[in-house]
């Protein structure tokens, strides 16, 4: 079984400002983790994805999130938000494994950021 | 190279109707799943297909059932529609392969239940 909370259904921040958006997980087998954003009435758009090689992973409009097994944490961040970054945000998750069947996707209920000018 | 395509974009039905939303996958892909999204809430995984058979079925009920067709084409249908079924259905494409595949994502069929 697995599943993901992702802390603030709200987040805001100035733009130019750390944007830090946190996912914790539990997977009963090592995880593969996503982050995916949607923009209003668009379908999902992936960011970016850790599937147990580097734990530091950088994606596109440059984000990054660290896997950290410790803490079973994936948070994201962006060093400076701009006002293109405004979308919800969600962290899935699903199993790891050679099974094409293991895919299916467990997602969080979603953080709504904010660019404030 | 065209994305995922899903039809129609929007409808609205009411309640105890049946409706069928479709899905054409990325050209390639052979496999082809269904989540649901109500609105304030993250997707939930519905079916996973390949080569026609399900490979994965989340937490639904019966009166939700899909099919692929030898295209990779697939169809999500839902009976006996009620007012909670209101949400954004997404489709997802993939390879169906050992490993990791990424999922593509649909734009979606936002269907309205009255």
């Known amino acids: 079984a697995q599943s993901v909370t992702q802390l603030g259904s709200h987040v805001s921040v100035s733009e130019g400002a750390l944007v830090l958006l946190r996912c914790n997980y539990s997977s009963s087998v090592p995880p593969y983790l996503f982050w995916y954003v949607q923009y209003p009435n668009q379908g999902l758009q992936l960011l970016l994805k850790?599937?147990?090689?580097?734990?530091l992973v950088k994606g596109i409009n440059g984000f990054e999130a660290e896997f950290k097994k410790s803490e079973t944490s994936f948070h994201l961040t962006k060093p400076s938000a701009h006002m293109s970054d405004a979308a919800e945000y969600f962290c899935?998750?699903?199993?790891?494994?050679?099974?094409?069947?293991?895919?299916?996707?467990?997602f969080g209920s979603g953080t709504q950021l904010t660019v404030l000018p | 190279d065209a994305g995922v395509t899903q039809s129609p974009t929007h409808l609205i039905k009411t309640r105890g109707q049946h409706v069928t939303l479709r899905c054409s996958p990325i050209?390639?892909?052979?496999?082809v799943s269904w989540y649901q999204q109500v609105l304030g809430q993250g997707p939930q995984f519905i079916f996973q297909?390949?080569?026609?058979?399900?490979?994965g079925r989340g937490n639904f009920p019966d009166r939700f059932s899909a099919r692929q067709f030898p295209n990779y084409s697939s169809e999500l249908n839902v009976n006996a529609l009620l007012l909670g079924d209101s949400a954004l259905y997404l489709c997802a494409s993939s390879l169906y392969a050992p490993g990791f595949t990424e999922a593509f994502f649909g734009q979606g069929t936002r269907l309205t239940v009255v």
């Open positions: 297909y390949y080569e026609k058979e399900e490979r």
């Open positions: 850790y599937t147990s090689a580097a734990t």
């Open positions: 050209s390639g892909h052979k496999s």
């Open positions: 899935a998750v699903s199993a790891g494994g050679t099974s094409g069947s293991a895919r299916q996707l467990t």
